[in-house]
């Protein structure tokens, strides 16, 4: 990881990341999708906003320059619930790489980049560690910005800060298709979501000249 110095949230590059998974428990349950995308600064490039509305969210993709989407053949079958809130069916990871060659690639994508998740020092964050620990792969240290916990930072006085909560609050159903926002809880429609929610907490954290992780 490269030193953060002086540099305000906004000079700073990100990659926004979900995962799916087969359950909650990190030590027994097997993650089935990675996606992430790459942020530079506040802003979403147009040219990745067009090209994420234009996806399928149920189909990979793995060699782009912005865009990671990837499913992963978990060493166990995907419950029927967890199939009925991600729509990720076994068929669909059955002939799909394992954990060690996506993560390998995952963490190509991110480079030395910043890591961007909602709940994701509780959840993503822990899968991620897991994987690694089983696949005996060798990662350098990350930095991971928890877009829950900004969220109960900057909101104090709000209930809920889970990410159905934000989209409601910050109205952002109208900002992509209909048919993109049906697929809540695909991890690509997640991830694009939280780079929404990001860019407009940036916003407000140099409102509050807290806009340095130091400040936070």
């Known amino acids: 990881m490269r030193p953060l110095g002086d540099a305000t949230l906004s000079q700073l590059t990100y990659v926004v990341f979900d995962i799916e998974t087969t359950g909650l428990s990190a030590k027994n349950d097997w993650i089935i999708q990675i996606a992430a995308v790459k942020i530079d600064g506040s802003k979403i490039p147009r040219l990745l906003k067009n090209k994420v509305k234009e996806m399928n969210p149920k189909s990979p993709m793995r060699k782009d320059a912005l865009v990671y989407n990837a ?25 799909q790489p394992g954990e060690k ?81 049906d697929q809540r809880h695909n991890a690509l429609v997640d991830v694009m979501l939280t780079a929404e929610v990001l860019r407009l907490f940036m916003v407000e954290l140099k409102r509050q000249n807290k806009d340095k992780l130091l400040l936070i």
């Not at 499913?71 to 002939?95: Q, W, Y």
């Open 71 to 95: 499913f992963i053949k978990p060493r166990r079958k995907i419950p029927e619930h967890i199939t009925r809130l991600t729509g990720i069916t076994n068929s669909m990871v059955s002939r």
């Open 101 to 181: 060659i996506i993560l390998n690639e995952f963490f190509q994508f991110v480079g030395d980049r910043i890591l961007v998740a909602h709940n994701g020092i509780r959840f993503d964050i822990r899968f991620i560690e897991e994987a690694t620990v089983r696949t005996k792969l060798k990662l350098e240290n990350f930095l991971c910005l928890d877009t829950l916990w900004l969220s109960k930072k900057l909101y104090p006085e709000e209930r809920r800060h889970n990410l159905n909560a934000l989209i409601d609050r910050f109205q952002l159903r109208q900002k992509y298709p209909a048919a993109f926002m």
